[in-house]
């Protein structure tokens, strides 16, 4: 069972997990007794216990605040019917609680929702807490897959560069083959032309003259 899935009823006595909302109200099951029952919210209100705060000298604070105080106290457990040993206890227990507007009612359930949480073995933990907790060795293995991933793609990227280099290279050594190739044929060319220029001219045939 979660702390972040507790909640409170308006006019009903105790802590309850809630196990289903319904557009008129809930599903909930007592921490006491186990019975689950439908709550109707046109009679009861609900308060989900990690949204309850706590009035201080300074700032508000969070209830679990004040629970965690609590268990980390050596103080035993007050009556919670004895209005005076129970602020007794908070004075010595969390002496920052604002006791004029903190009632005496209100700190009776403190008392009360305490013990309902030990007893029932509850860890008293938000839900942001609970969000924020270290990766277990599977996200570490998953992480450290996608970093192996990352540096083989890297390479990838590395090593291509050098591909399109020699594919350049190659190009320009063709590139730099053609003229020279041109060159020859333009040689040839002037060759023929100087042996075109060389060679006699024939003479053309004079003509008879007739007589």
């Given amino acids: 069972m979660e702390y972040s899935k507790l909640i409170s009823v308006t006019g009903l006595g105790g802590l309850f997990e ?3 909302s ?3 109200g809930a599903i909930v099951r007592s921490l006491e ?3 689950t029952k439908f709550i109707s919210s046109r009679q009861h209100s609900f308060s989900h216990l990690e949204s309850i705060e706590v009035y201080t000298q300074r700032e508000n604070v969070n209830l679990v605040d004040v629970f965690r105080a609590m268990e980390a106290s050596n103080e035993s457990l007050p009556e919670e019917k004895d209005a005076a040993a129970v602020k007794k206890y908070f004075e010595k227990v969390y002496p920052d609680m604002d006791f004029e507007r903190v009632y ?3 700190m009776k359930k403190m008392v009360r929702w305490f013990g309902m949480l030990k007893k029932n073995d509850i860890e008293i933990k938000l839900r942001d807490e609970e969000a924020e907790e270290v990766p ?3 996200d570490k293995a ?9 540096s083989s793609a890297t390479e990838a990227i590395e090593e291509q560069p050098a591909e399109e280099k020699s594919k350049e290279k190659g190009k ?3 590139k730099e083959k053609k003229p020279a190739q041109e060159t020859a044929t333009e040689e040839t060319t002037t060759e023929e032309a100087r042996e075109t220029s060389t060679k006699p001219k024939k003479k053309a045939a004079r003509k008879k003259t007739e007589s």
């Fill in 18 to 20: 809630l196990v289903a």
């Fill in 22 to 24: 319904k557009s008129d």
């Fill in 136 to 138: 277990g060795d599977e």
């Fill in 142 to 150: 998953v992480a450290e897959e996608a970093t192996d991933n990352e």
């Fill in 33 to 35: 007794d186990k019975s």
């Fill in 172 to 174: 320009k050594t063709a």
């Fill in 104 to 106: 005496a009612s209100d």
